[in-house]
């Protein structure tokens, strides 16, 4: 589960281990993983912790290798870490900043689904999850950058399920819908948090599939 330190991949993380998952719990806060996983300790559950900054594409490689080592096999992959970028006009948007969430957003999950799909076809059964988000439809004014990245996110979803069609592993987006988290928020700073729905209820959905 990648962006396992808080939000709706803390809660699908916490969920898994619930139902008996070890978890690989990736994203660059230490202090968000080791509350993750004294929560799943809490639970009886296990949990190794990868710190690591998604923007770096040879660390995601890598990343793949040490499951091979560790375990032979990925039974799911939850491709969740996300972030929003500026909200502005896409003619504002700062190369920069584009860069940034296309990187964590696209590249990044192209390059874990490439990282770990032979970890996937050595599981009886894998399933990957990649979050996507209703603007990659809606085309939402001043979304831009983040928009174009779910947009694209989910058509990679679809090449690579369609190129697994003969495999028994599946590969799902999921738009979660507005959740209750610190992205959120910034993406809409005068909503009242108490009005939208919790992630623990969107981390469930998510495991189901
Ligand atoms: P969040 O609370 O901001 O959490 C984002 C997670 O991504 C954090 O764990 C963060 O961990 C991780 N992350 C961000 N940049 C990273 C990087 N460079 N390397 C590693 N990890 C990184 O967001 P959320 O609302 O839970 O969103 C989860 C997913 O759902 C995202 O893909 C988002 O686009 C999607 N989504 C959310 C909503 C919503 O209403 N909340 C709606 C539609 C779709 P660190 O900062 O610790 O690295």
Redo the contacts with the bound molecule.
């Keep these: 589960v990648?962006?396992?330190?808080?939000?709706?991949?803390?809660f699908t993380a916490l969920e898994l281990a619930r139902l008996g998952a070890h978890v690989i719990a990736?994203?660059?806060?230490v202090g968000?993983?080791e509350e993750l996983d004294d929560d799943i300790k809490a639970l009886g559950g296990t949990a190794t912790l990868v710190p690591?900054?998604?923007?770096?594409m040879k660390a995601i490689d890598a990343l793949g290798g040490q499951i091979h080592e560790r375990w032979g096999k990925l039974d799911i992959l939850v491709?969740?870490?996300?972030?929003?970028g500026v909200i502005s006009p896409i003619s504002h948007i700062k190369a920069k900043e584009f860069d940034k969430v296309m990187?964590?957003?696209l590249d990044?999950t192209w390059r874990l689904a490439r990282s770990v799909e032979p970890l996937l076809r050595a599981s009886d059964a894998g399933r990957a999850i990649l979050?996507?988000?209703?603007?990659a439809h809606s085309c939402r004014p001043f979304w831009g950058a983040?928009a174009i990245s779910?947009a694209a996110v989910e058509t990679l979803g679809r090449v690579w399920a369609a190129e697994l069609v003969n495999t028994s592993v599946r590969i799902n987006s999921v738009?979660?819908?507005?959740?209750?988290?610190?992205?959120?928020a910034?993406?809409v700073p005068g909503e009242d948090p108490s009005t939208?729905p919790d992630?623990r209820d969107?981390a469930k959905k998510i495991v189901k599939l």
């Design positions: 990648t962006g396992a330190s808080r939000g709706i991949g803390y990736v994203a660059r806060t968000g993983l690591l900054d998604l923007s770096d491709a969740n870490a996300g972030v929003l990187t964590v957003n990044a979050l996507s988000s209703g603007v983040y779910k738009n979660p819908g507005a959740t209750r988290t610190a992205m959120r910034q993406a939208l992630p969107v």
